[in-house]
T-cell receptor
């Protein structure tokens, strides 16, 4: 299957700082990228959907000014957690999809963010 | 609101036992259906998918799932589980054009 790479795999940052997470589709061009947050022993919560060259669509309850998403190219999307706080500590996962209907999504390995 | 329900949150089986994990969704339109597996410490991997055609789909590692449209269900099955199947299993529904919804997941533990 296609490969989606996330970087970094884990990051520890101080409260109040910003952290950028990258998501790259290595061998295909992703029409759409999704960003999820996963709490321990829980499902993936969709945070936002981004299409290349346009603004991300955020799910209800997700602060767009706190979680900045940029999808500058068909192979790269970034999630920036601004002014991070301990409650932002979580596992963040990106996913990329080619096309819309009848295509599967491929997942990155996730980024473990710990805010201290 | 659209939702995906996985009724079994925790399943514990012995090796060679049969497995069936339930998945129901509430969206009435066109859907793409997926089962993903997340092994401990690893990322999500696709087990199988249904887009159209034969409602019984076969995936990797001996897993299969059956789409029953009238029941809005896409249950995952495996006739004989192995210790290595211990993992989290997520049912996902991509509805409409591309909006994905995941079930809360089922934790499967297989005792050797």
């Amino acid at each position: 299957g296609a490969v989606v790479s996330q970087h970094p795999s884990w990051v520890i940052c101080k409260s109040g700082t910003s952290v950028k997470i990258e998501c790259r589709s290595l061998d295909f061009q992703a029409t759409t990228m999704f960003w999820y947050r996963q709490f321990p022993k829980q499902s993936l919560m969709l945070m936002a959907t981004s299409n290349e060259g346009s603004k991300a669509t955020y799910e209800q309850g997700v602060e767009k000014d706190k979680f900045l998403i940029n999808h500058a190219s068909l192979t790269l999307s970034t999630l920036t957690v601004t002014s991070a706080h301990p409650e932002d500590s979580s596992f963040y996962i990106c996913s990329a999809r080619v096309g819309t209907l009848n295509t599967e999504a491929f997942f990155g390995q996730g980024t473990r963010l710990t805010v201290v | 609101a659209q939702s995906v329900s996985q009724h079994n949150h925790h399943v514990i089986l012995s090796e060679a036992a049969s497995l069936e994990l339930g998945c129901n969704y509430s969206y009435g339109g066109t859907v793409n259906l997926f089962w993903y597996v997340q092994y401990p410490g690893q990322h999500l991997q696709l087990l199988l998918k249904y887009f159209s055609g034969d409602p019984l789909v076969k995936g990797i590692k001996g897993f299969e799932a059956e789409f029953i449209k009238s029941k809005f269900s896409f249950n995952l099955r495996k006739p004989s589980v192995q210790w290595s199947d211990t993992a989290e299993y997520f049912c996902a529904v991509f509805r409409g054009s591309y909006i994905p919804t995941f079930g809360r997941g089922t934790s499967l533990i297989v005792h050797p």
